[in-house]
C-alpha cells in the first residue's frame, strides 16, 4: 500500500515541478508584456512630440522628412500593439495552463491523503483488534 503512495508522490513532485517551471515562465511572459507595454508608451509619446505646430513656419523638405519619420513611428507604433496583444494572449494562455497544472499538483494531495488516511485507518483497525484479543486472553486468563 506504501508502494501506490510513493508512486503517486513522484508523480505529485513531478507536476509541482511543472507546475513550478510555468510559474517562471509566466514570469518572464509578463515581463516581455510589461516592456511591450513601455514601449509602446514610448513611442505613443514619441510620436506626438514630432508635430508641427500650424501656422509655423518649415521646410517642405523639414515637413517631408518629418512626414517619413512619423509613418515610420506610426508602423513601428502598430507593430507593437501587436506585439503587446500576443504577449496578453500569451499571458492568458500560460495562466490557464498553470491553473490546470495547479489542480493536477492539488489532485496529487488529495490521493496522496486519502491514501495515507485509509493506510493509517487499518493500522488503527489492526492495532484495535490485537488489543481486543489481548484484552479476551487476559480476561480468560483471570478466570482460569
Not at 514619441?46 to 522628412?65: E, F, H, I, R, T
Not at 492568458?92 to 495515507?116: A, C, F, P, Y
Amino acid at each position: 500500500m506504501m508502494k501506490r503512495v510513493k508512486i503517486v508522490q513522484s508523480w505529485r513532485d513531478q507536476q509541482q515541478r511543472q507546475f513550478n517551471k510555468l510559474q517562471q515562465q509566466q514570469g518572464q511572459i509578463n515581463q516581455q508584456m510589461n516592456a511591450h507595454q513601455q514601449r509602446l508608451s514610448l513611442l505613443e509619446d514619441l510620436s506626438g512630440q514630432y508635430s508641427v505646430a500650424s501656422g509655423s513656419q518649415a521646410s517642405a523638405l523639414l515637413l517631408k522628412g518629418i512626414g517619413r519619420f512619423r509613418h515610420q513611428l506610426d508602423n513601428l507604433t502598430n507593430l507593437q500593439r501587436q506585439e503587446l496583444a500576443l504577449s496578453q494572449v500569451e499571458l492568458r494562455s500560460m495562466n490557464e495552463r498553470l491553473v490546470k497544472q495547479h489542480s493536477q499538483v492539488q489532485m496529487g494531495n488529495k490521493i496522496i491523503d486519502k491514501r495515507l488516511t485509509k493506510i493509517q485507518n487499518q493500522r488503527d483497525k489492526q492495532e484495535q483488534k490485537v488489543l481486543d484479543e489481548l484484552s479476551i486472553i487476559r480476561f480468560f486468563h483471570r478466570r482460569s
